[in-house]
Antibody, heavy 123, light 108 residues
Protein backbone atom coordinates (compact mmCIF):
# COMPACT_ATOMS: atom_id res chain seq x y z
CA UNK A 1 0.00 0.00 0.00
CA UNK A 2 1.12 3.53 -0.75
CA UNK A 3 2.60 5.35 2.23
CA UNK A 4 4.25 8.73 2.69
CA UNK A 5 6.01 8.98 6.04
CA UNK A 6 7.29 12.38 7.09
CA UNK A 7 9.93 13.41 9.59
CA UNK A 8 9.06 14.57 13.08
CA UNK A 9 8.12 17.97 14.51
CA UNK A 10 10.62 20.80 14.54
CA UNK A 11 11.06 23.97 16.58
CA UNK A 12 13.26 26.56 14.92
CA UNK A 13 14.36 30.09 15.71
CA UNK A 14 13.48 32.93 13.36
CA UNK A 15 16.03 33.15 10.56
CA UNK A 16 16.93 29.47 10.74
CA UNK A 17 16.23 26.77 8.14
CA UNK A 18 14.24 23.57 8.34
CA UNK A 19 14.33 20.50 6.11
CA UNK A 20 11.38 18.11 6.13
CA UNK A 21 11.63 14.62 4.66
CA UNK A 22 8.97 12.41 3.11
CA UNK A 23 9.76 8.74 2.56
CA UNK A 24 7.61 7.04 -0.05
CA UNK A 25 6.81 3.34 -0.31
CA UNK A 26 4.35 1.03 -2.01
CA UNK A 27 4.78 2.35 -5.56
CA UNK A 28 7.43 3.14 -8.16
CA UNK A 29 8.95 6.41 -6.94
CA UNK A 30 9.84 7.82 -10.35
CA UNK A 31 6.32 7.53 -11.76
CA UNK A 32 4.89 10.27 -9.58
CA UNK A 33 5.83 13.70 -8.35
CA UNK A 34 5.39 15.40 -5.01
CA UNK A 35 3.62 18.54 -4.06
CA UNK A 36 4.12 20.22 -0.72
CA UNK A 37 1.22 21.90 1.06
CA UNK A 38 1.18 23.78 4.33
CA UNK A 39 -1.54 24.61 6.80
CA UNK A 40 -1.11 27.29 9.44
CA UNK A 41 -2.92 26.66 12.76
CA UNK A 42 -6.67 26.84 12.24
CA UNK A 43 -6.24 27.94 8.63
CA UNK A 44 -6.71 26.56 5.15
CA UNK A 45 -4.36 24.76 2.77
CA UNK A 46 -1.61 26.48 0.79
CA UNK A 47 0.24 24.92 -2.15
CA UNK A 48 3.99 25.53 -2.01
CA UNK A 49 5.27 23.81 -5.11
CA UNK A 50 5.97 20.56 -6.95
CA UNK A 51 8.91 18.33 -7.75
CA UNK A 52 9.13 15.53 -10.28
CA UNK A 53 10.01 12.12 -8.91
CA UNK A 54 11.41 11.27 -12.33
CA UNK A 55 13.97 13.98 -13.01
CA UNK A 56 13.82 16.43 -10.07
CA UNK A 57 12.31 19.28 -12.06
CA UNK A 58 10.59 21.78 -9.82
CA UNK A 59 7.94 24.47 -9.91
CA UNK A 60 7.41 26.75 -6.93
CA UNK A 61 4.55 29.01 -5.99
CA UNK A 62 5.73 32.58 -6.48
CA UNK A 63 5.34 33.31 -2.77
CA UNK A 64 8.00 30.72 -1.91
CA UNK A 65 10.36 31.23 -4.84
CA UNK A 66 13.90 31.76 -3.56
CA UNK A 67 13.17 30.66 0.00
CA UNK A 68 12.08 27.05 -0.53
CA UNK A 69 13.99 24.20 -2.16
CA UNK A 70 12.47 20.84 -3.01
CA UNK A 71 14.68 17.83 -3.77
CA UNK A 72 14.42 14.09 -4.12
CA UNK A 73 16.72 11.14 -3.46
CA UNK A 74 15.67 8.28 -5.72
CA UNK A 75 18.08 5.87 -3.99
CA UNK A 76 16.01 6.11 -0.79
CA UNK A 77 12.64 7.07 -2.35
CA UNK A 78 12.59 10.22 -0.27
CA UNK A 79 11.49 13.75 -1.04
CA UNK A 80 12.73 16.78 0.87
CA UNK A 81 11.53 20.33 1.34
CA UNK A 82 13.72 23.01 2.87
CA UNK A 83 12.50 26.40 4.01
CA UNK A 84 15.10 29.06 4.75
CA UNK A 85 14.93 32.35 6.68
CA UNK A 86 12.05 31.11 8.80
CA UNK A 87 9.59 33.62 10.16
CA UNK A 88 6.91 33.40 12.81
CA UNK A 89 4.22 33.08 10.14
CA UNK A 90 5.92 29.96 8.74
CA UNK A 91 4.54 28.09 11.76
CA UNK A 92 2.39 25.41 10.17
CA UNK A 93 1.90 21.74 9.48
CA UNK A 94 3.73 20.85 6.28
CA UNK A 95 2.38 17.99 4.17
CA UNK A 96 3.95 16.09 1.31
CA UNK A 97 1.54 14.68 -1.23
CA UNK A 98 1.79 12.40 -4.23
CA UNK A 99 0.72 13.79 -7.57
CA UNK A 100 0.66 12.77 -11.23
CA UNK A 101 2.31 15.05 -13.74
CA UNK A 102 2.90 14.90 -17.48
CA UNK A 103 5.83 16.79 -19.02
CA UNK A 104 6.09 18.98 -15.95
CA UNK A 105 2.40 19.82 -15.73
CA UNK A 106 0.35 18.56 -12.82
CA UNK A 107 -2.54 16.57 -14.22
CA UNK A 108 -3.95 14.87 -11.17
CA UNK A 109 -5.12 15.52 -7.62
CA UNK A 110 -3.14 14.84 -4.46
CA UNK A 111 -4.12 11.22 -3.97
CA UNK A 112 -1.91 10.36 -1.01
CA UNK A 113 -0.74 12.58 1.83
CA UNK A 114 1.93 12.27 4.46
CA UNK A 115 0.91 12.54 8.10
CA UNK A 116 2.21 16.11 8.29
CA UNK A 117 5.16 17.72 10.05
CA UNK A 118 4.57 20.56 12.50
CA UNK A 119 7.18 23.28 12.19
CA UNK A 120 7.03 25.86 14.96
CA UNK A 121 8.83 29.20 14.79
CA UNK A 122 8.33 30.92 18.15
CA UNK A 123 7.86 34.67 18.11
CA UNK B 1 -4.32 32.91 -9.89
CA UNK B 2 -7.68 31.15 -9.64
CA UNK B 3 -9.47 32.04 -6.42
CA UNK B 4 -11.86 29.39 -5.08
CA UNK B 5 -14.69 30.54 -2.85
CA UNK B 6 -16.51 27.92 -0.79
CA UNK B 7 -19.95 28.35 0.69
CA UNK B 8 -21.34 28.15 3.20
CA UNK B 9 -18.53 28.53 5.71
CA UNK B 10 -20.33 26.25 8.13
CA UNK B 11 -23.16 23.81 7.54
CA UNK B 12 -25.11 22.55 10.56
CA UNK B 13 -26.99 19.35 9.80
CA UNK B 14 -28.26 16.21 11.48
CA UNK B 15 -27.11 12.67 10.67
CA UNK B 16 -29.07 11.31 7.73
CA UNK B 17 -29.57 14.72 6.11
CA UNK B 18 -28.19 15.76 2.75
CA UNK B 19 -25.25 18.18 2.58
CA UNK B 20 -24.66 20.43 -0.41
CA UNK B 21 -21.34 22.28 -0.54
CA UNK B 22 -20.47 24.86 -3.17
CA UNK B 23 -17.14 25.88 -4.70
CA UNK B 24 -17.01 28.84 -7.11
CA UNK B 25 -13.91 29.65 -9.14
CA UNK B 26 -12.88 33.16 -10.21
CA UNK B 27 -12.19 31.80 -13.72
CA UNK B 28 -12.89 28.59 -15.58
CA UNK B 29 -11.10 25.50 -14.24
CA UNK B 30 -9.23 23.77 -17.05
CA UNK B 31 -10.49 20.30 -17.95
CA UNK B 32 -12.62 20.25 -14.80
CA UNK B 33 -9.45 19.64 -12.81
CA UNK B 34 -11.31 20.16 -9.56
CA UNK B 35 -10.89 17.98 -6.46
CA UNK B 36 -12.57 17.75 -3.07
CA UNK B 37 -10.85 16.72 0.16
CA UNK B 38 -12.11 15.86 3.61
CA UNK B 39 -10.12 16.77 6.70
CA UNK B 40 -10.79 15.70 10.26
CA UNK B 41 -9.11 17.30 13.29
CA UNK B 42 -5.48 16.31 13.65
CA UNK B 43 -5.47 14.39 10.36
CA UNK B 44 -4.17 15.00 6.88
CA UNK B 45 -6.74 15.74 4.19
CA UNK B 46 -8.15 12.78 2.28
CA UNK B 47 -9.02 12.85 -1.42
CA UNK B 48 -12.73 12.29 -2.07
CA UNK B 49 -13.44 13.50 -5.62
CA UNK B 50 -11.23 14.35 -8.61
CA UNK B 51 -12.01 15.54 -12.11
CA UNK B 52 -15.05 17.27 -10.59
CA UNK B 53 -17.12 14.07 -10.41
CA UNK B 54 -14.96 10.94 -10.10
CA UNK B 55 -14.81 9.28 -6.69
CA UNK B 56 -11.39 8.32 -5.38
CA UNK B 57 -10.70 4.71 -4.47
CA UNK B 58 -12.60 3.53 -1.42
CA UNK B 59 -14.87 6.55 -1.16
CA UNK B 60 -18.52 5.65 -0.43
CA UNK B 61 -21.08 6.44 -3.11
CA UNK B 62 -22.94 8.82 -0.81
CA UNK B 63 -20.26 11.33 -1.86
CA UNK B 64 -20.80 12.82 -5.30
CA UNK B 65 -19.34 15.75 -7.18
CA UNK B 66 -20.71 17.77 -10.06
CA UNK B 67 -20.12 20.95 -12.00
CA UNK B 68 -17.88 22.44 -14.64
CA UNK B 69 -16.41 25.78 -15.65
CA UNK B 70 -16.61 27.93 -12.53
CA UNK B 71 -19.30 26.25 -10.42
CA UNK B 72 -18.83 22.98 -8.59
CA UNK B 73 -20.78 21.09 -5.95
CA UNK B 74 -20.04 18.32 -3.48
CA UNK B 75 -23.09 16.44 -2.25
CA UNK B 76 -23.18 14.06 0.68
CA UNK B 77 -26.43 12.14 0.61
CA UNK B 78 -27.33 10.83 4.04
CA UNK B 79 -24.71 12.18 6.45
CA UNK B 80 -22.99 9.57 8.57
CA UNK B 81 -21.40 10.43 11.95
CA UNK B 82 -17.93 10.08 10.40
CA UNK B 83 -18.74 12.68 7.71
CA UNK B 84 -18.71 15.64 10.07
CA UNK B 85 -15.47 17.34 9.08
CA UNK B 86 -14.04 20.19 7.02
CA UNK B 87 -14.18 19.95 3.23
CA UNK B 88 -11.85 21.75 0.84
CA UNK B 89 -12.06 22.14 -2.92
CA UNK B 90 -8.90 22.48 -5.00
CA UNK B 91 -8.17 23.29 -8.61
CA UNK B 92 -5.16 21.62 -10.19
CA UNK B 93 -5.62 22.82 -13.76
CA UNK B 94 -3.60 26.03 -13.52
CA UNK B 95 -0.51 27.10 -11.64
CA UNK B 96 -0.47 28.13 -8.89
CA UNK B 97 -2.68 25.34 -7.61
CA UNK B 98 -5.20 26.77 -5.19
CA UNK B 99 -7.59 25.63 -2.49
CA UNK B 100 -10.86 27.02 -1.27
CA UNK B 101 -11.16 28.25 2.30
CA UNK B 102 -13.15 25.20 3.40
CA UNK B 103 -16.67 24.34 4.58
CA UNK B 104 -17.14 22.89 8.04
CA UNK B 105 -19.96 20.37 8.28
CA UNK B 106 -21.01 20.18 11.91
CA UNK B 107 -23.61 18.26 13.86
CA UNK B 108 -26.76 20.25 14.46
Amino acid sequence: QVQLVQSGPEVKKPGASVKVSCKASGYTFKTYGFSWVRQAPGQGLEWMGWISGYNGNTKYAQKFQGRVTMTTDTSTSTAYMEVRSLRFDDTAVYYCTRVISVLGVITGPFDYWGQGTLVTVPS
Amino acid sequence: EIVLTQSPGTLSLSPGERATLSCTASQSVRSSFLAWYQQKPGQAPRLLIFGASSRAAGIPDRFSGSGSGTDFTLTISGLQPEDFAVYFCQQYGSSPLTFGGGTKVEIK
